[in-house]
């Protein structure tokens, strides 16, 4: 049995590697060496040659190298098989690490504090709140949602929930669907969008969503992290509500089109901080041991864990 | 019974407005308007004029306004009372918030990112640890100190701890002593100091002390992170350690003089992250709570808690 590593811009190496000396049977190649395609019943991919995996005529299970699968989902002919997203506890520590560090870090003001340094100016802002006084609420509470919800409130935020169905989340107020948006951002500080991009969250950080955002909480206005996808949000709209005090800042990992232009005015606006798409990456071994996992499950006729509803996209 | 406030560069009123609607039978006072000092049999503190409270004949308890009490026994003819700290969950609550947003801010290389955002650079730092690649040591594991190890814990760093004396935590690899630094320090990434300022601990962040920490992790360097007290550190060494790679990078809310004068090289460092000592703030409200609390027990018969051990100073 084969397996081909589709990996577009991140290097193959390590991959093929790693799932070559897991021990199990598994021919692994690297397109596009792909030998005889017939062979190929698996495939590892990361934004794969479009039309690519429509090539596969004996392909059944395919496996995203990272959380998101819409770098699959617009691919044109993918085959109907199993797509299997990657879930790793690895994962899932590196976004609460992110998701933990910004609200942090406009919590405790450093964009503020860096500016006072370049100045030497020796200045506490008056009116700190404690992290029990600021209300995080976090959209998307699939697995990495429901740790980062797990590691705020550790650190003392109150903390809510939205998503697309109900969730029960002990000790959080969990809101829901449409109709649950408008309560959960009235109620809202800092808001931390780990939402996957479908039909159904493309544009939704827009106007209309920010402008509900609370604003009488303990810091001088609301703040946005984004470190679920770029094409959730509507960076003309983010720049507009910054420069209008509708937004007083903004942590961004994920952009509408990456990498970042360098003619955005999001580099250069003072209240943002731009990560590269590096909240969280799937680390290499990991992704190999979860590849190789799964195919024994597979082989041994158990389900595959962690595959893609495609109606829901995600 | 009346209780004098003396807060030095604090505003007393809030301590005053709160202190008095507890709704004990407590006379507040504020300095210098003590009226007939015979009366004053407790003592609310920080930073008091020199000698001041010398001049209280029944004064039976001090409490400091906060969890130092270095402003207090540098004092000369300081009463020979109980000399009560400050201990309240909001104060660990906002130490451990500090703590942990600037291992993450080290660990996740935000000042590299933010000095790519200034040149509109979209790279990624390669090799980015995951928490878990990380060992985080903590010195000093009084109460700010155990809530600090207990949420690094939870966000997967690996933790150890540096006491005077032998400490046990669950999950931590506790150090002691002068005896336990050495293997303490060789096995730590990232530093963090809790230590509070007495004879011994005075100028212990040094260059010797910078030089025993690891060489091999997975950062560029050690990082050291002072929210303890200034007096703790020698500056001249944490620059001369930054300068020669000794040292990767510092986040530092405490100095060896404060506010940090204008000419200190710290402030235009590029690696340094400066604060203004505000790591913990104690809330007013709180104070005025826990030194009710303390008094209606003391008034009560009963053992004041947070004594200082005057020996140990802290």
Not at 125 to 134: D, G
Not at 306 to 314: A, S, T, W
Request: net charge negative.
């Amino acid at each position: 049995m084969a397996l081909l590593i589709a990996s577009g811009p991140i290097k193959p190496e390590p991959f093929a590697e790693g799932l070559s000396s897991m021990g199990n049977a598994l021919d692994v190649r690297v397109w596009p060496e792909t030998g005889d395609v017939t062979d190929i019943r698996y495939a590892l991919a990361w934004k794969p040659p479009e039309g690519m995996l429509a090539t596969l005529p004996n392909l059944e299970v395919i496996f995203s190298v990272g959380a998101g699968v819409d770098h699959l989902l617009t691919q044109s002919g993918l085959p109907d098989v199993p797509l299997v997203r990657f879930v790793d506890p690895n994962l899932t520590m590196r976004m609460s690490e992110y998701v933990c560090l910004h609200v942090l870090t406009h919590h405790r003001r450093m964009l503020d504090y860096a500016e006072n340094k370049k100045q030497k100016i020796w200045k506490e802002w008056e009116k700190q709140p404690a992290a029990n006084e600021l209300r995080v609420g976090v959209m998307g509470l699939g697995v990495l949602g429901l740790d980062a919800v797990e590691k705020l409130k550790i650190m003392g935020y109150q903390v809510a929930g939205w998503s697309r169905s109900q969730k029960q989340i002990n000790g959080v107020d969990c809101f829901a669907g449409e109709k649950g948006q408008k309560p959960f951002l009235a109620r809202t500080d800092i808001l931390v969008c780990l939402l996957p991009h479908t039909a159904g969250t493309e544009g939704m950080l827009n106007t209309e969503l920010i402008s509900g955002l609370a604003k009488d909480g303990p810091l001088p206005g609301p703040v946005l992290i984004n470190a679920g996808r770029g094409k959730v949000q509507v960076e003309a709209d983010i720049l507009d509500a910054l420069d209008s005090d509708t937004l007083w800042a903004a942590s961004l990992d994920v952009f509408e089109n990456e990498p970042l232009s360098a003619k955005s005015q999001l580099w250069a606006h003072p209240r943002v901080i731009i990560t590269p798409h590096n909240a969280s990456i799937s680390d290499d071994q990991a992704v190999c041991r979860y590849v190789a996992d799964q195919i024994a499950r597979y082989e041994n006729g158990d389900a595959l864990e962690n595959v893609v509803d495609l109606k829901q996209g995600y």
